[in-house]
């Protein structure tokens, strides 16, 4: 089992559109967990950190769920610009370094 | 510098020739990440540092690729007899671990992007 796993994809949504991923990991003892995000071409971007209590930004929110080791993004309202591939990272592995997820990749249609 | 930096950003090299990619983190990250992406896939994890120790270089491919890191600074990945199939965009990130704890997020550099020809 990976220790990092996400949704497949692509997701390919209308614009408006509100679109969930989710990411399960492996590690019980995970502490650190974000989003992240790459455009094509790009390096990865740190979109958002996942906070126990869930946190929101705009029109993201990102939600922790200890019990069954997963994390989620939601983002409503969908824009061209949201078009992406959304990476879950998590803190693992024998070391505790972050762990990035294969990745979602997102295409928002006009 | 205020981010990560690698240099070359891009490297065209000769099948078996040797070639040495440098990273800069951000100054006071301890732990630095080296990671592979071939086009249109996913990160591919190769190394990772806290300090000046690798803890897990699981990730290496083989022996050809090796990683070194000095004064809990710069690193620089090497490939010694480069192959078509190591063309891909090598990509460094840095955070801080405080002690005894977890990486915080972790920030990249622009890549360098190797063509084996």
């Known amino acids: 089992r990976k220790e990092v796993e996400q949704d497949p994809g692509p997701f390919n949504v209308p614009e408006g559109a509100t679109v969930a991923f989710n990411c399960t990991y492996s590690?019980?003892?995970?502490?650190?967990f974000f989003w992240y995000r790459q455009d094509c071409r790009k390096e990865p971007k740190l979109l958002m950190s996942v906070y126990s209590s869930g946190n929101e930004d705009g029109r993201f929110t990102a939600q922790l769920n200890r019990a069954s080791q997963y994390i989620s993004l939601l983002i409503r309202d969908s824009k061209l610009s949201d078009s992406a591939t959304y990476l879950c990272v998590v803190n693992s592995g024998s070391a505790r370094q972050l762990t990035f997820g294969s990745g979602t990749q997102l295409t928002v249609l006009p | 510098g205020a981010g990560v930096s690698q240099s070359p950003s891009n490297k065209v090299t000769e099948k078996g020739k040797d070639v040495e990619l440098r990273c800069d983190p951000i100054?006071?990250?301890?732990?630095l990440y080296w990671y592979r992406q071939r086009l249109g896939q996913g990160l591919e994890f190769l190394i990772y540092?806290?300090?000046?120790?690798?803890?897990?270089k699981s990730g290496l491919p083989s022996d050809r690729f090796s990683a070194e890191r000095t004064g809990e600074s710069v690193s620089t990945l090497t490939i010694q007899r480069t192959q078509q199939e190591d063309s891909a965009v090598y990509l460094c990130?840095?955070?801080?671990?405080?002690?005894?704890?977890?990486?915080?997020?972790?920030?990249f550099g622009q890549g360098t992007r190797l063509t084996v020809v």
């Open positions: 540092f806290q300090g000046n120790s690798a803890p897990d």
């Open positions: 590690n019980s003892a995970s502490q650190s």
């Open positions: 990130a840095s955070s801080f671990n405080p002690t005894g704890g977890f990486d915080t997020e972790a920030f």
């Open positions: 100054s006071g990250h301890t732990a």
